[in-house]
């Protein structure tokens, strides 16, 4: 099984920090948030790892390699349209994927045990699975930036981060089969689309399962106070 992880985006919301640096390359107790990502692929047994980058491409290049130093094996796609929506990232990958596969963020951290679980479940033809959290109240979690979930009966019924309606969070941590391609060309509209937007066509069509993480951590760093957070939690500082 490989993995597909999404490293093109700017990270508008470090631009001080991001003109230099690309995102995935900002650092939780001296170690890039990408390669935290790889190393819980790795623990999971998952090593065949597709990245998909973009903004600052050639320094995630230069730092990852070619993921021998990471015990992983690493494949690049360049996507050069990165300003576009992160379901454009994926659809670039559409001929280098053939089979069921992981994907990931590049910025979010998570309990490794999330992806051993999910590695277990086997999809029907044309299935995702997203893992979600059902804690709304959790201290991780960005109200205002954070992708919403309507679930009913094991099953997405809606999702977007505008939804009035909703009973869990997108954790960010997709087990896809190539199913997800088709729908994100089918959503496309002047050549843009969202990866929810694929998610939405596949939950019409009762294509779109969840996995409830229960009380797993895991969380998206999208701003210099969940930088400062998460520093926090896993160096021991107060």
Not at 79 to 98: D, F, H, M, P, Y
Not at 179 to 188: D, G, H, R, S, Y
């Amino acid at each position: 099984m490989k993995a597909l992880i999404i490293a093109a985006g700017e990270g508008s919301r470090f631009s001080e920090i991001t003109k230099e640096i690309p995102k995935p390359l900002l650092e939780v107790s001296g170690k890039p948030l990408i390669e935290r990502v790889i190393a819980n692929l790795k623990n999971a047994g998952i090593t065949e790892i597709v990245i998909v980058v973009g903004y600052l491409q050639e320094k995630i290049r230069r730092r990852l390699g070619d993921g021998d130093r990471l015990g992983v094996k690493i494949e690049y796609v360049h996507n050069r349209e990165w300003k576009k929506k992160n379901g454009i990232s994926v659809l670039k990958t559409k001929e280098t994927i053939a089979e069921s596969f992981f994907l990931l963020m590049s910025d979010h951290l998570f309990d490794v045990e999330i992806l051993k679980d999910m590695k277990k479940i086997k999809l029907a033809e044309e299935e995702i699975m997203l893992a979600v959290d059902h804690n709304l109240s959790s201290e991780w979690i960005d109200i205002d930036d954070v992708t919403k979930v309507l679930e009913e009966q094991n099953k997405i019924v809606d999702i977007g981060k505008d939804i009035g309606r909703y009973n869990k969070f997108d954790t960010g941590i997709f087990l896809c089969t190539p199913a997800l391609f088709t729908a994100l060309e089918k959503c496309m509209v002047n050549g843009d689309c969202s990866l929810s937007d694929g998610i939405k066509l596949l939950a019409s069509r009762g294509k779109a399962r969840t996995f409830d993480i229960g009380n797993k951590f895991w969380v998206d760093v999208d701003t210099p106070k969940f930088l400062e957070k998460v520093e926090k939690r896993f160096t021991g500082k107060n």
